[in-house]
């Protein structure tokens, strides 16, 4: 029998969100996510399927902030391109509508943005890994993002301070490598970025 006690020690993960009224699971379309309530959760529609996301942590918050903030300098205030943070919708392709932690678009490629969100691939995501996320961001995310045509993607762990740089190769991610410490991103979508690991989780 499950205790109390033994509840409270479950941490909440990326589920399907079966509890709010809509179609059925896989028939979502960006018209239904757009008509959910905003009830303080976190949504997102990857192949038709609707899922909520448990709400992050203080060190989630603080990476996503600083991550935002250093490529915010070295990307839009350089007119490279526009960096934006959640809430703000991408919409990969029908039925697939994600916010990712942080979204960077190439200057290039700004067409992919309208007033009410990203529709299409953007140059580059990154998603914060916490323990109700992980899976979800190496499964799913990480299909869905390659199938868009996403150039890189950065898992970034705060707890053990480490980002993960993925590059898409022939339709799927090669991981790069795992940086940590006073390493440097060889990131080739946002090249030279001045900014060594640790600088992420301070």
Known sequence: MISASDVLDVLPVV???????????????????????????????????????????SAHQSANNLLQTYLTIHVQFTGLGRVFGP????????????????????????????????????????????????????STKLHAYSGAGIREYWIADPHAYTVELLVLEHGSYRAAGVFQGKALLPSTVVPGLPVRVEQFFA
């Open 87 to 138: 809430p703000f919708d991408v919409e990969l392709a029908p039925g697939t509508v994600v916010q990712p932690d942080v979204t960077v678009v190439l200057a290039p490629n700004l067409g992919v943005v309208t007033p009410r969100g990203i529709v299409g691939a953007p140059d580059l995501v990154v998603e914060i890994a916490s323990p109700g996320t992980a899976t979800h961001d190496r």
């Open 15 to 57: 589920h399907p969100a079966d509890h709010i009224l809509g179609p059925e699971q896989g028939q979502w379309t960006y018209t239904d996510y757009a008509a959910v309530p905003n009830d303080g959760h976190r949504y997102e529609v990857i192949e038709g399927v609707l899922y909520m996301a448990p709400a992050p942590g």
